[in-house]
């Protein structure tokens, strides 16, 4: 059977002006094979995916913070959060925070064959000088609708692309009055 009689797929790609290439005729007219892989597979094969996660308290009326500032190149980041089903958190994502301090929260490599180190440092619980201006708002727990969400995504199904050299923190909030553990998860990939 030849490659023209059986195509299980069309790949093409377009291009920043528009033209596509069509893969499938290149592959055909090469004869040889191309692998294309997600953003997300790449940067796991090059030992440049991290996960961190980490549990917070967050004080009946009150706030608790996760802060992270990013290296020198851009990175993708995922940012999601966990709690009881009728704890209700708001929680906000700032950019440009200034802060101090805070517990070091360690980044993992998802490839676990890699020696590679993440260039982001992140931190839980720190002082927080000044809480840049928010890009994102979302809330966890019982909704306006009644409905439970227990599991939050700040970047909704696509992930941020963050700027090099800048601070983000993420603010939980309480407006409960008894405290609220909060498990918080961070996936990176870095440039």
């Given amino acids: 059977m030849s490659y023209k009689e059986y195509t299980p797929h069309v790949l093409r790609v377009i291009l920043s002006d528009g033209s596509v290439i069509d893969l499938a005729g290149a592959v055909e007219k090469s004869g040889k094979a ?43 980041a995922n940012i999601q959060s966990i709690t009881a089903g009728n704890d209700i958190l708001d929680i906000e994502f700032r950019e ?4 101090t301090g805070g517990t070091q929260v360690n980044l993992i490599n998802k490839d676990r064959t890699s020696s590679g180190t993440s260039t982001i440092n992140i931190v839980k619980n720190p002082t927080v000088n000044d809480e840049g201006v928010i890009i994102d708002k979302t809330k966890v727990g019982e909704t306006a609708l009644g409905n439970i969400q227990t599991v939050s995504s ?38």
């Fill in 34 to 76: 191309f692998i294309v892989y997600y953003e997300a597979d790449r940067k796991l094969l090059e030992g440049k995916a991290f996960h961190a996660f980490t549990e917070l308290i967050v004080p009946g009326s009150g706030s608790a913070y996760l802060a992270f500032t990013t290296g020198n190149s851009p990175v993708f």
């Fill in 96 to 99: 440009e925070a200034s802060i």
């Fill in 154 to 191: 700040i970047s909704g199904y696509t992930p941020w692309r963050l700027k090099a050299n800048t601070t983000y923190l993420v603010k939980l909030i309480n407006s409960e009055a008894s405290d609220i553990n909060a498990l918080i998860r961070l996936e990176v990939l870095e440039e």
